[in-house]
C-alpha cells in the first residue's frame, strides 16, 4: 500500500476501503488548513509543501493514518491534539474512530503559520 507511487491521487488510490475514503477526507482537511501548498510524495507519502519545504505528510497504515511531523503547539491545540500522539513529532487516528477533520485542518494551518514566520 502506498510504496512506489508518483502522485498523491496513486497513492491514496493505492489503499482499499474504507482506508481510501479516511485518506481522502484527511486530505481535504489538510487542503483547508494550507489551500497554497502543493502536493507531492515524499518518502512514500503523501506530503503537502509550502515554499519549497515540507510542512506535513500524511500516510495510511494498516490499522490508522498518519500525520507527520506535528510538533507539540502552545496552548488548547496541544491539548486536542495529545490523545492522538503517538510519538514525539506524529499523530494517529484510528480507522475506527470519527476521523476529526476540523482538527486536522487546524493541525495544518497552525504548521502553515510556523513555517511561514520561520521563513520571515
Do not use: N
Amino acid at each position: 500500500m502506498g510504496d512506489a507511487v508518483g502522485s498523491v491521487d496513486a497513492y491514496v488510490a493505492s489503499f482499499p476501503e474504507p482506508a481510501r475514503g479516511i485518506l481522502e477526507r484527511a486530505r481535504a482537511a489538510i487542503r483547508a488548513g494550507v489551500p497554497r501548498a502543493e502536493e507531492t510524495v515524499r518518502y512514500d507519502m503523501a506530503a503537502f509543501m509550502l515554499g519549497g519545504r515540507y510542512a506535513i505528510h500524511f500516510a495510511g497504515w494498516k490499522q490508522h493514518l498518519g500525520l507527520y511531523p506535528v510538533p507539540e503547539f502552545d496552548g488548547p491545540l496541544e491539548a486536542e491534539v495529545a490523545p492522538y500522539r503517538s510519538g514525539k513529532d506524529s499523530v494517529r487516528f484510528r480507522y475506527r474512530d470519527p476521523l476529526p477533520e476540523e482538527l486536522i485542518t487546524r493541525i495544518a494551518a497552525e504548521i502553515g503559520r510556523m513555517r511561514a514566520a520561520s521563513a520571515d
